[in-house]
């Protein structure tokens, strides 16, 4: 029993003392061997490592590039509008002793400086420019230029600002109906103007295709007159003509064309007795 329980404490104070000389590293970090604060050694391969014990300390640092949501924000426009932000921002551990002094190597504390520094860029730059060039695609600009800031003012913590994006910018509740509303009498007063503007050509087109119509008539009846007139004229010539061979032939004629007209329906002719028209046609009838 003595000897088992020699052997329990010598593997204990083996484990401790190993524990004591040795750290490990997984591929998603890296290690920060310190000595009194500072950093002696920089660990980024993954696997087992050694110390010297109780005068060096091993602090981690992640090693991967990290989203950090940042908490939502309200934002005055330039024309007073209100604005609920909400944005990200992507980072990674930088210079390892500036962030070990700043942040005691905590993701909790580097990412309260973000948020600080962020979020103050990020007022102080959208407040300076309306919400339509906010909502446009002139964002992305403005984006950039709070980057480029906090990534200046970060740099002095050991942090790296990569990018900063918005999430989504809504209006606040209480004021978002009533944009809404001025939005929609906005549409219609444009949809009027442009129904008022089509009510306009249409009747400009419509009064011209009249003209056209009455300008087109006043030229086809004049070429109908014209052509009736010189058909007239021909007729009467010809007439004049076939008078000037057979007269008694051609009184005849007419006579009985006179006679087809008249008694062509149920037509009652009153003559006195000593008509000519009437003797012409008794004397027809007689034959």
Sequence with gaps: MKSFIIFV??????????????????ETR???????????????????HFKVPFIQSVTYLED????????????????????AIDNYAIWRVGDPQLFIESTGGRLSSAQGRI??????????????????????EKRTAYLEQVTELSRAKLANFGIIL??????????????EQ????????????IAAQLRAEGEEQARQITSTADKDVEIILADANKDAEKVRGEGDAQALEIYAEAYNQDPDFYRFWRTLE????????????????????????????DK
């Design 258 to 285: 006179s006679y087809r007209v008249a008694l062509a329906s149920n037509t009652r002719i009153i003559l006195s007795g000593n008509s000519d028209y009437l003797r012409f046609l008794e004397s027809t009838l």
């Design 9 to 26: 404490g010598v593997v204990l104070i083996a484990v401790i003392a190993f524990n004591l000389f040795s750290f490990t590293v997984d």
């Design 178 to 189: 009533a944009v809404f509303e001025r939005m929609r009498s906005e549409r219609q007063r």
């Design 162 to 175: 990569i990018d900063v994006r918005i999430i989504r910018a809504d209006l606040p509740t209480e004021i």
């Design 115 to 136: 948020d600080e520094i962020v979020f103050s860029d990020l007022r102080n730059i959208l407040a300076s420019h309306t919400l339509d060039e906010i909502v446009s």
């Design 30 to 48: 890296k290690a920060a061997v310190l000595r009194f604060g500072e950093i002696v050694r920089l660990v980024e391969e993954p696997g087992l």
């Design 64 to 83: 991967r590039v990290l989203n950090y949501d940042i908490q939502p924000l309200d934002v005055y426009t330039a024309d007073q509008k209100r604005l």
